[in-house]
């Protein structure tokens, strides 16, 4: 009888044991996806200063991308035209590239960083002003940027 009741403790032991470790393996996990998930979405933003040639606000509205280092797209957004500002959120810490593109601009890409320290990241770029002109028989190329 002893025997028995210690095989039923010694089992219980080891049931009690296993779902503790499972336990503990699936709140361990819970807490790396809930890292994982602030990791991906960063506390910084970014603020894309376009100007023209005089250093004036871009009074245009144009397309400013955030790409990786890579050169992979991120984040899309469109300036606006009053002050010629893009603005950017959840970004980590970290070298970035911008793409400014439009039709009556010339086309800018730059790298750049945002430094651990910095909340709100401000970019000033000097875009310039051109017009892109369809060649007849070309499928769609342009002829060049021409300055204004």
């Known amino acids: 009888m002893l025997a028995l009741q210690a095989v039923k403790s010694h089992i219980g032991f080891r049931i009690r044991s296993l779902i503790v470790a499972v336990s503990l393996l699936l709140v ?6 809930r890292a994982g998930n602030q990791m991906s979405q960063g506390n ?53 590239q911008l793409q400014i593109t439009g039709p009556e601009i010339e086309t800018v890409t730059l790298v750049f960083q945002i430094p651990a320290t910095e909340a709100t990241h401000r970019e000033y770029v000097r875009v310039g002003r051109g017009l892109h002109r369809f060649r007849p028989g070309s499928r769609g190329a342009c002829e060049g940027p021409r300055g204004i």
């Open 28 to 33: 361990g996990y819970a807490a790396g996806q």
């Open 44 to 96: 910084h933003s970014i603020e894309v200063h376009l100007t023209d040639q005089r250093g004036q606000p871009l009074n245009l509205t144009v397309r400013v991308q955030v790409l990786t280092n890579e050169g992979l797209r991120m984040a899309e957004a469109y300036s606006n035209r009053e002050q010629g500002v893009a603005d950017f959120e959840g970004f980590n810490d970290g070298y970035y």
